[in-house]
């Protein structure tokens, strides 16, 4: 798991809080079931593994919205193996 300053437990609560706004339109890409987002700041109970390695949710269903919606937006990003990414209005690539 990266070390970062945005992974904290007050940074969590940013994510939590600012999920109810929009995801940036600017992002592209899909979830490649990493697991690092699941991890921050500390690994979230309904984390499990598939036969092939990959991440699963247990109770994806029911996920809060700070799941469903990370990254958010580019500030957000910390996790480096996130296939999620960011384009700016010259459709550059920000990772």
Not at 23 to 45: A, H
Request: proline residues 6%.
């Amino acid at each position: 798991m990266m070390i970062n300053k945005k992974n904290t437990w007050g940074q969590k609560l940013i994510r939590t809080v600012t999920s109810v706004f929009p995801v940036d339109k600017q992002r592209k890409g899909d979830c490649n079931r990493c697991g690092e987002c699941c991890n921050l700041p500390t690994r979230c109970p309904f984390l499990g593994y598939d036969h092939e390695g990959l991440a699963i949710c247990k109770a994806y269903k029911y996920r809060p919205l700070n799941c469903r919606k990370y990254p958010r937006s580019s500030d957000e990003q910390i996790c480096p193996s996130c296939s999620y990414f960011f384009t700016d209005e010259n459709r550059k690539a920000v990772k």
